[in-house]
């Protein structure tokens, strides 16, 4: 019987294969795929014994995709949550979905991002021939305006939400001339080389996420990105679950999907709750507001200036980011019918307490953003203190918690109010998850019946719930793979290869607290 190995942090661990026909469908919840996970490489089961498939180290050598696979190497999100980078390989050549970045553990004081070595694509870089963004978020972005153009300089294709994010780094940046930018519509579809690419709209916690749909000779692979079904997401359209049900119907080789809450049962949760949550917030409370959240969350700063609006408050934007993803936010009409803000936060003072909110970034303990300035009495900002709240609308990311508290405390030490993202107001959320829970991603298994589930985005508990829960859900087979190793997938069946060469690269702070942009070594050197 065939088989496909769970590696890395998974080793040991196999899904059977029980190989069909490429047109045959495994019905979600079958007895055939009820098949047990089995350890230390082999099936003992009724006495068969398989080995693990040859693995190779490619190093520098990337095999070249023939047209009847589909090649995949997953740069990031794997055993971490972060720096999401995703290669795949067809007829010769390469497309790059996403290029994030990961944020460095607290040791590396003077790291502020990580990346994968864009070096290591050499072999492979003549015949890249895009990348596509599948959403904003920095973790799929974030890497973009550093090593774009000088390491790489790919065709770029995104959503408008996400152009007019890039547009303005790259023009910051003084590279955005060099870079190649396409938009293209939530829903639309697009070549890139041998790559059909049809855009499924999702739900997420920013403006215009999306799935992609990428069509090769050797079969659909869908991509997940990031997502959640949220019925009412106040900013952008519901999930397209007739294009979902569609791709399924059609036949879906393989799927890599989002793996944050796998582990879990979750409600579905709406950012309606949210808006409602708000509204009870600034009408109960008397002294001032400040919501705190990602600067990309755009219904929720639609939700805070809408609550403020309706109970006779000023509101105004803290933070960098903050006003500038207002602004790219309003000039794509995603904010039509929402009251604008102050121009500046200092325009607060001397306003009746009852009359002050604020939306500020740093919900994650960033040393320089606007939350740690308002706690230490930055004079820009209003001054917090006993009667005022703040609210931190975000998940607090492992490994920041110590950051977050140090803000938070000396809040709290002023006597000030303060909300966590897992606190209810009158039984209303101030924060729900962008990610889908257990029931969620079930849901989605039976809409697309992917013949092979790829878990991503995700720690080795995340990867790993996620594979079972795919078992369960029908898959031929789900593979748990490590960074950097190389999957093939092709109607025949799927396996790990092997890995390739792909060490990371830290971007370091300057003085003013910015990442410092990608620079050869020779130039280092220099």
Not at 157 to 185: C, D, K, M, N
Not at 411 to 416: E, F, N, Q, S, T
Not at 426 to 444: I, M, T, W, Y
């Amino acid at each position: 019987m065939p088989q496909c190995r769970l590696t890395g942090r998974g080793a040991g661990l196999i899904f059977p294969v029980q190989m069909k026909q490429e047109n045959d469908r495994v019905p979600a919840g079958s007895t055939a795929a009820q098949t047990s996970v089995v350890r230390n490489g082999a099936d003992h089961r009724d006495g068969i014994v398989v080995p693990f498939h040859r693995y190779t180290d490619f190093g520098s050598r990337w095999p070249v995709p023939s047209a009847e696979e589909v090649l995949v190497v997953p740069l990031g999100g794997l055993g971490r949550i972060g720096m999401n980078w995703t290669l795949y390989g067809h007829a010769g050549q390469w497309l790059l979905v996403d290029a994030g970045i990961a944020f460095p553990p607290e040791d590396l004081d003077e790291v502020d991002s990580i990346v994968p070595d864009p070096a290591f694509l050499r072999p492979i870089r003549d015949r890249l021939v895009g990348l596509v963004v599948t959403h904003a978020h920095e973790d799929h972005i974030g890497g973009i305006d550093k090593l774009w153009p000088l390491a790489l300089n790919c065709p770029i294709w995104a959503t408008p939400f996400a152009t007019g994010i890039l547009t303005r780094r790259l023009e910051e940046a003084g590279s955005l001339a060099q870079v190649t930018l396409h938009t293209y519509p939530v829903g639309g579809a697009f070549d890139v080389g041998p790559f059909h690419i049809r855009s499924v709209r999702m739900t997420h916690s920013i403006p215009e996420p999306v799935a992609l749909a990428i069509g090769t000779a050797a079969g659909t692979v869908l991509h997940s990105g990031d997502w959640k079904f949220d019925p009412e997401p106040l900013i952008g359209e519901a999930t397209d679950f007739d294009m979902l049900r569609r791709l399924g119907d059609e036949g879906v080789l393989a799927m890599l999907c989002d793996s944050t809450n796998a582990h879990k049962e979750l409600p579905i949760t709406s950012e309606a709750q949210v808006r409602a949550a708000f509204q009870r917030l600034f009408a109960t409370r008397k002294g001032q507001i400040a919501i705190c959240c990602f600067s990309t969350n755009v219904a929720r700063m639609a939700s805070a200036a809408l609550a403020a609006h309706g109970t006779g408050r000023h509101i105004a934007l803290a933070g960098r980011s903050m006003r500038a993803n207002e602004e790219t936010a309003r000039t794509l009409g995603l904010l039509d019918g929402v009251p604008e803000f102050l121009a500046e936060p200092s325009h607060l003072k001397g306003l009746d307490r009852r009359q002050v909110a604020l939306v500020c970034t740093g919900g994650q303990g960033e040393e320089r953003a606007a939350l740690a300035r308002l706690a230490k009495g930055d004079w820009r900002l209003p001054a917090f203190g006993p009667g005022d709240t703040v609210v931190l609308s975000a998940r607090v990311i492992p490994g920041n918690e110590a950051a977050v508290e140090a803000v938070v405390s000396k809040l709290r030490a002023r006597g000030v109010e303060i909300i966590m993202g897992t606190d209810l107001v009158d039984g209303l959320p101030v924060h729900v998850s962008g990610h889908p829970g257990a029931n969620e991603l079930r849901q989605l298994y039976e809409l697309v019946r992917p013949r092979f589930a790829m878990p991503v985005h995700g720690t080795e508990m995340h990867l790993e719930a996620h594979a079972r829960l795919a078992r369960g859900c029908g898959v031929q087979a789900a593979i748990v793979s490590e960074e950097a190793e190389l999957i093939r997938l092709a109607p025949c069946g799927a396996r790990v290869m092997g890995r390739v060469d792909a060490p990371l690269l830290h971007l370091e702070k300057d003085e003013r607290g910015n990442r410092v942009p990608y620079r050869p070594a020779a130039a280092i050197a220099g």
